[in-house]
C-alpha cells in the first residue's frame, strides 16, 4: 500500500500541470429540463447538442475567462404532432480551479449574451424566441494528458425564452446539464 501511495504522490508531483495559459475545448451536452410542461398539451424533451469553449487561464491565478458557443436542439411534443428545436447560445465564462495539476477540479459558470431558440413548425412561420440572459453554475473536473485535455462538467441550467412571434409565450429550459469535453491547452 506504501509503495503506491509513493508512485501516486511522485506521479502528481512530476505531471505537467494542467494549467494553460490558453485553452480550446469541444464537447457534447445533455440538458434535462427540472418541468418539461410548455403550455397545455405541450411537453418538451432532453435538450442535447455541441459546444466549443475558448479560455484564457490568467497566469499563477486559477482563475480562466472565456466564450462559449452551444448549438444545441430539443424536440417538443404537441398531441400526435413533433415539432424540432434549435438552441444557439454565446455566453461569457469563468472558472475556478481549486486543484489544478495533472487532474483539475473547480467550479465553472457561464452568462449568456446571446440566446436565440427556433421552432420549426411544418407550413407555418418558425417561432422565434429570445431570451435577455441565460445562466449556468456547475462544476469542472479532468485530466491533461499532456496537451490534450479530457474533462467533464455538471451543472445547473437557468434559460428562459420570451416569444417574439407566435407559438406558446415562452419556453423555460432550466434543468441540470451535462458535458463531456475535449480540447487543447497552451
Request: without cysteine.
Amino acid at each position: 500500500m506504501k509503495k503506491q501511495l509513493l508512485i501516486l504522490l511522485a506521479t502528481f508531483a512530476v505531471s505537467l500541470n494542467a494549467h494553460s495559459l490558453f485553452e480550446l475545448r469541444a464537447g457534447y451536452g445533455v440538458n434535462t429540463p427540472s418541468d418539461d410542461t410548455i403550455s397545455a398539451g405541450n411537453t418538451m424533451g432532453n435538450m442535447s447538442g455541441l459546444n466549443l469553449d475558448a479560455i484564457v487561464e490568467l497566469p499563477m491565478v486559477p482563475v480562466g475567462l472565456g466564450l462559449r458557443y452551444e448549438s444545441m436542439g430539443f424536440d417538443i411534443a404537441s398531441g400526435a404532432n413533433t415539432f424540432e428545436t434549435d438552441v444557439t447560445r454565446t455566453s461569457l465564462l469563468i472558472n475556478y480551479r481549486i486543484i489544478d495539476l495533472f487532474a483539475y477540479f473547480g467550479i465553472i459558470g457561464t452568462i449568456g449574451i446571446a440566446n436565440d431558440l427556433t421552432v420549426k413548425v411544418p407550413n407555418q412561420p418558425d417561432g422565434k424566441y429570445d431570451s435577455d440572459m441565460t445562466y449556468t453554475i456547475g462544476v469542472e473536473g479532468g485530466v491533461s494528458l499532456g496537451l490534450i485535455m479530457l474533462g467533464a462538467e455538471l451543472g445547473m441550467s437557468m434559460a428562459k425564452y420570451e416569444n417574439t412571434n407566435n407559438f406558446p409565450t415562452e419556453v423555460t429550459t432550466d434543468g441540470i446539464y451535462a458535458k463531456a469535453l475535449v480540447g487543447v491547452g497552451f
